[in-house]
């Protein structure tokens, strides 16, 4: 009996009716093995994987290999997205034992959720050297009935190896300007000067790294530093990663040229990258990077944006094509005939010149990703609009792509934090309202009742499992920038109830964090990666927010959780600076201050907005006037206007700055 059904991921209901007797993660899982002595096979996904939706189609949804599964294992699937934390210690197994991971990950376990054998994608039919996912099953049973106390030994012998791997890096001492120029030099040598980014394919979006180069930059003056995040970001807008007609990023580039991408788009990218390019206007001006924040913070509202208020996880990789086949990228490619039959003979050549499609295509079948060609040489802008109008509204009449539609706190705290700065910026309150809608569905479902946060919802109806350190990092990151845009001091109140959380549930000796807390389920080790992959990293998520509530409230014990966190970026800047770049970010914050900006006077107003745009790296702002301003701000307190004008005051290290009431004054304060 498969027992997918009526759970809230929608990556476990695309398996609900595959004839595997699948069951969800849980204790009655293993409990089931044991009582039938046979090992458990764990899958590991997400709905947006293409890959994952291949092997399902070859062999989940095979009935010859489910019936073999079904006698011979206990089949778990987990959605990597609602439980980060089983994708975590397994992940690490799979790569400690075979050098490499990914998705779908493929796991066999004793009834005790030993790991001893791995994989990831296996195919029906042997392939490039590896067996096929039959040979595989056969195999691990064979093994489990003739040779237990090998199999048994082999999972001991990883447990106590992933035992073994515990951090010990916190308290070590803050990161200096010594560690900040080795990861600056790190990155100067991985730099690509050609296309821009870091290293070579697949490339990823180094939104985080950005961000740190950024805030070097605006302390420092480093030139160079500008130089690589406003050409990175540039490369990145004009490349086949950039949806050139509806907006929004896609997950990464699988050529070093940002030229043709893996085409899922994820809210946590496009979040990080719609805040990174509007730090990027902030600091030069930009009109591309204006145009790109405000494009991709529309792609979030329009296509990902739930009924309850929230944001939703993905959009997949693959669509119907024109012969009803799912495949990866069909909504998204162009061919010249194409173009002509949407736009007309003149005008379909003038956009495959504009967007570089070229009859031998750049992806499959002659078919072409959407560019901004390099050599199209001065066009007109009127037409160019008028042009991209037209083949989006065909394009929305292919199939769409699938859509992941459950609502993760973590990313939707990244999503409130762009879209309430994007909109404060750019003179966009709607985007403040879906910002603070956002935060509403968080504090209304997913805190709920149980003074906890939960990972995910659905439908406005709470998930099942506890939110990881970086649900909570990631979530209060988004209040206190809503905070700071709204002037609203509730904002600022629940991020300090979640870093106390934090302070209580999640931090170990040393100024060591956990990505899971103290009372949730033990798992085999307890996850605990400082590093920032495709997302800032729990652990200096909430070491960025634990810095800015301290500098908010004046807690000290929220600035000294906060620096013994990064102790690990001490440790990792210099030696994996790519992998780091939230932790570099935080750094910047710490070694400016950071600032702390009091705006006596009315929120929206010219010195509040003037404080908004301040560069100062990590800076927290303050606004509001009256007697209840001081109760909600603690910055506010004692902070009244100067001759009756509305005063801003600039403090850090305790020192504050005489008081001015004039704009200009406060932007060169902060950097302006």
């Known amino acids: 009996m498969n027992r997918l059904a009526g759970v809230t991921s929608p990556y476990l209901l695309q398996h609900a009716d595959n004839p595997v007797d699948w069951w969800p993660w849980g204790p009655e899982a293993f409990e089931e093995a044991r009582r039938r002595d046979v090992p458990v096979l764990l899958s590991v996904g997400y709905s947006a994987c293409h890959w994952c939706h291949v092997m399902a189609h070859e062999s989940f949804e095979d009935d010859d290999t489910a019936a073999y599964l079904n006698e011979h294992f206990v089949s778990v699937k987990v959605d990597r997205e609602e439980r980060p934390d089983v994708d975590a210690v397994y992940m690490e197994a799979v790569q400690a034992a075979t050098g490499q991971g990914g998705w779908p990950m493929t796991v066999f376990l004793t009834p005790d959720a030993e790991p001893f054998y791995f994989g990831t994608y296996f195919p029906p039919e042997p392939r490039h050297g590896s067996p096929s996912f039959r040979q595989v099953l056969e195999g691990v049973s064979a093994a489990w009935t003739d040779r237990r106390e090998e199999v048994a030994e082999v999972a001991g012998r990883i447990v106590a190896d992933l035992a073994g791997r515990s951090l010990a890096h916190g308290g070590d001492g803050v990161p200096g300007e010594s560690e900040v120029a080795q990861a600056l030099l790190g990155l100067t040598r991985e730099y690509d000067e050609q296309y821009g980014g870091f290293g070579g394919a697949p490339k990823f979006p180094p939104s985080m790294v950005v961000e740190f180069l950024l805030r070097h930059y605006s302390r420092t003056g480093a030139e160079g530093a500008l130089q690589m995040a406003a050409d990175t970001c540039s490369a990145m807008a004009r490349g086949g990663i950039y949806d050139q007609l509806g907006g929004g990023f896609a997950r990464y580039s699988v050529d070093r040229e940002w030229v043709v991408p893996h085409f899922e788009k994820m809210l946590y990218d496009n979040a990080l990258l719609c805040r990174v390019y509007a730090h990027l206007w902030r600091t030069t001006g930009s009109e591309e990077a204006r145009r790109i924040a405000l494009e991709t913070a529309d792609f979030m509202v329009r296509e990902l944006r739930t009924a309850e208020g929230g944001f939703a996880s993905a959009l997949d990789a693959d669509s119907e094509d024109r012969e009803g086949k799912h495949v990866e990228g069909a909504f998204y490619v162009w061919t010249p005939a194409q173009l002509r039959a949407v736009l007309g003979e003149e005008d379909g050549a003038f956009a495959a010149a504009y967007f570089g499609v070229t009859e031998e295509g750049t992806f499959e079948e002659g078919a072409s990703v959407l560019q901004l060609a390099g050599d199209a040489g001065p066009v007109d802008a009127g037409r160019v609009a008028d042009v991209r109008a037209r083949l989006l ?70 998930g099942d499992n506890a939110g990881v350190l970086e649900d909570y990092g990631d979530v209060a990151e988004g209040f206190l920038a809503l905070t700071a845009v709204t002037g609203e001091g509730a904002w600022l109140e629940f991020a300090g109830f979640l870093l106390d959380v934090v302070l209580e549930q999640f931090t170990g000796e040393g100024g060591q964090l956990y990505d899971t807390a103290h009372e949730a389920e033990q798992l085999i080790r307890r996850p605990q ?35 013994g966190a990064l102790g690990v970026v001490k440790a990792l800047a210099p030696r994996a600076p790519r992998f780091i770049g939230w932790g570099l970010a935080v750094a910047e914050a710490l070694l400016d201050g950071p600032r702390e900006v009091a705006v006596a006077g009315p929120v929206g107003g010219e010195l509040h907005r003037t404080a908004l745009l301040g560069r100062a790296p990590g800076a927290v702002v303050a606004a509001g006037e009256g007697p209840g301003a001081g109760a909600e701000f603690p910055l506010l307190v004692d902070r009244p206007r100067v001759g009756g004008e509305p005063t801003a005051y600039v403090c850090r290290h305790f020192v504050c700055d005489v008081p001015t009431t004039d704009a200009g004054e406060l932007a060169v304060k902060l950097g302006g």
């Open 393 to 462: 509204a065909a394009r929305e009449e292919r199939p769409r792509p699938g859509r992941d539609d459950k609502v993760v706190a973590a990313w939707n705290g990244l999503a409130i934090a762009a879209l309430a700065e994007t909109g404060a910026y750019f003179d966009r309150p709607d985007l403040v309202e879906r910002a603070t809608e956002a935060a509403d569905l968080l504090v209304r479902v997913h805190l709920g009742e149980v003074a906890r946060l939960t990972r995910t919802s659905r439908d406005g109806r709470a």
């Open 529 to 563: 990666d400082p590093t920032d992959s495709a997302t800032p990293a729990g652990w200096t998520a909430a070491a960025g927010a634990l810095l800015s509530y301290a500098a908010h409230t004046g807690s000290e014990a929220h600035r000294a959780a906060a620096e």
